[in-house]
């Protein structure tokens, strides 16, 4: 498996992982007015967005070399 395939598995894992984790974390937040578990909630939500830039990221960086770019996209 080549590294841009691998780096996407691990962007929608992180993706999906994060999203777990801020429904989870938010659900008992709020049933048990937990400030710190809310607070925590939200930090998944910073993660996904971190995850989401992996998987921008790496899309760009995988594409082929181009006129503009002759040595490929990989430095993005
Ligand atoms: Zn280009």
Redesign the pocket.
């Given at each position: 498996m080549d590294r841009y395939k691998t780096t996407k598995i691990a962007g929608i894992f992180g993706i999906i992982g994060n999203v777990f984790l801020l429904v989870i974390k938010g659900f008992v937040g709020f049933i048990s007015n937990s400030q710190a578990m809310i607070a925590d909630s939200v930090n998944s939500a910073s993660d996904i967005f971190a995850s989401l830039m992996t998987f921008i990221g790496n899309k760009i960086a995988s594409?082929p070399e181009?006129e503009?770019?002759n040595f490929g996209?990989r430095k993005i």
């Open positions: 594409k181009d503009d770019h996209h």
